[in-house]
């Protein structure tokens, strides 16, 4: 499931240039190792630092490989579930914890942007659009949810005649806007945090990939040409896990979701189609989601498959769903189309935990990860250095096993994907 090869993408395009890392090619030894260069990784490698902690970060090809620099760069509020469904799963108190904690994760990336200069058009705004009439009337309702429950006052609805306005497409019926919720490049986000964590004096090697870990107090990290003795590892491999620890792999299921770039759109077409230069998600099954870059493309994301495979035309693949929401936009050239791994769980929340006293992972954040996975980083610095209190909010959501496991959990997931994504035809 690990895509190595070249990445059309408009991020790597972009992406504010930063030296290579060394890959790791002798044994050293630290206080923490961390596997994997993501949002997850780099956030906890910065805040360990920050913490005083001889901290390695190994990644196997470069920072921002994976999800965090491939992805929609929607910074959204609360978790990947609407609060209602959350407090049904883990009772009123716990859900009111992981919305603060939802809450304190944008905070967080917009803290992070400000501090470490972290250059990345963050931009603020996030709409959510209904495909469907009923799908408007929710958004409403959930919108006075948030206020009356949660205290949070920045989501209003937006009726079908404004939404029309806003987005020059008549594909949707009204929803709502958040305007505490950001978008941003997400590439550039990760790359800053990996610059801030370096800063920090954390040792990043990349082009390193993780063969084996031996558990243990210390644990031995076993690379190609080194091997780490750490007294904790974290796991922050994600989607990109494969078969690195069976124990992990059957907790979440990889799927791959793809986005594509226009050619830049000049400035009076970009507002016909975003007016307020807002990110866009809609209520879609398999989400439709976009925005316009720095520069005045249209970022689209659309599609998704559970296959090892990306679809051979990524460009017509991903540009399909675009002409849905889009028609009068055929005649524009795509420059760009890439595709990324993320990593689902069962409840479509994520799934912190440890083995024994000094294995942490987080992963499965289902979509929902640009926050999550920063605040994740966080979270797990501070249960290594003692406070286990956050990530134990985390840590206690109960979860299930994909049925089939590690190895044959794939078929039943294909068909409930199919089903789901057939109703959103419908
Ligand atoms: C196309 C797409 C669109 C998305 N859109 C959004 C969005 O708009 N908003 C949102 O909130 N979330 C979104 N997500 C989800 C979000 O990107 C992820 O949840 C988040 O980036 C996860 O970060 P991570 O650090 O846990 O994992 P990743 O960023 O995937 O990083 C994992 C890293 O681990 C490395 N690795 C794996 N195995 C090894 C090994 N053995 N040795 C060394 N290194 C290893 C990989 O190379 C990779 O770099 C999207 C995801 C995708 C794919």
Same mark, same amino acid.
């Given at each position: ?138 958004? &409403? ?144 099954? &398999? ?82 990860? &640009? ?56």
């Amino acid at each position: 499931m690990i895509h190595a090869g070249p990445v059309d993408s408009y991020y790597q395009a972009t992406a504010n240039p930063l030296p290579p890392r060394p890959a790791l090619d002798h044994d050293i030894s630290c206080d923490v190792c961390v596997i994997g260069g993501g949002y997850t990784g780099l956030s906890a490698a910065l805040h360990l630092s920050e913490a005083g902690f001889d901290t390695v970060l190994l990644e196997a090809h470069e920072i921002g490989f994976g999800a965090s620099g491939r992805n929609g760069g929607q910074l959204g509020s609360g978790q990947r579930r609407e609060q209602g469904d959350v407090e049904k799963l883990v009772g009123r108190d716990d859900a009111r914890r992981l919305w603060d904690l939802a809450e304190e994760s944008k905070q967080l990336c917009k803290a992070l942007i400000e501090r470490h200069r972290i250059d990345c058009d963050l931009k603020p705004g996030i709409l959510h659009a209904a495909h469907k009439p009923a799908m408007a009337g929710e958004f &409403v309702r959930y919108a006075e949810y948030l206020r009356s429950q949660y205290d949070y006052a920045h989501v209003r609805p937006v009726d079908c005649n404004e939404m029309r306005a806003m987005l020059g497409t008549e594909a949707y019926y009204g929803g709502s806007l958040d305007t505490d919720a950001a978008h941003l490049h997400p590439l550039n986000f990760a790359l800053g945090i990996g610059a801030a964590a370096a800063q920090a004096g954390a040792r990043i090697f990349e082009g390193t990939r993780v063969l084996s870990v031996a558990d243990g107090t210390p644990a031995s990290i076993v690379t190609d040409k080194g091997t780490v003795t750490a007294r904790h590892v974290i796991y922050a491999c994600n989607g990109y896990l494969g078969d690195l620890d069976k124990r992990l792999a059957g907790r979440v299921m990889p799927i791959n979701n793809f986005v594509l770039a226009t050619e830049p759109l000049g400035p009076a077409r970009a507002k016909e189609i975003i007016r307020d230069d807002v990110a866009v998600a809609d209520s879609k099954f &398999v989400i439709n989601y976009y925005r316009l870059s720095a520069d005045g493309r249209l970022l689209f994301g659309g599609g998704e498959n559970y296959s090892p495979n990306f679809p051979s035309d990524l460009r017509g693949f991903v540009r399909h769903y675009m002409l849905k929401i889009y028609p009068q936009l055929s005649d524009v050239a795509i420059d760009y189309a890439w595709g990324g791994t993320l990593a689902i769980t069962l409840n479509r929340l994520p799934d912190f935990g440890r083995f024994g006293r000094n294995l942490y992972f987080a992963h499965g954040y289902s979509g929902h990860g &640009v926050g999550m996975a920063t605040l994740a980083g966080k979270l797990i610095a501070e249960a290594v250095a003692g406070t286990a209190e956050r990530f134990d909010v985390f840590a206690r959501i109960p979860t299930r096993r994909f049925p089939g496991g590690a190895l044959l959990r794939w078929p039943a997931l294909v068909l409930g994907m199919a089903y789901y994504s057939l109703r959103d035809r419908l």
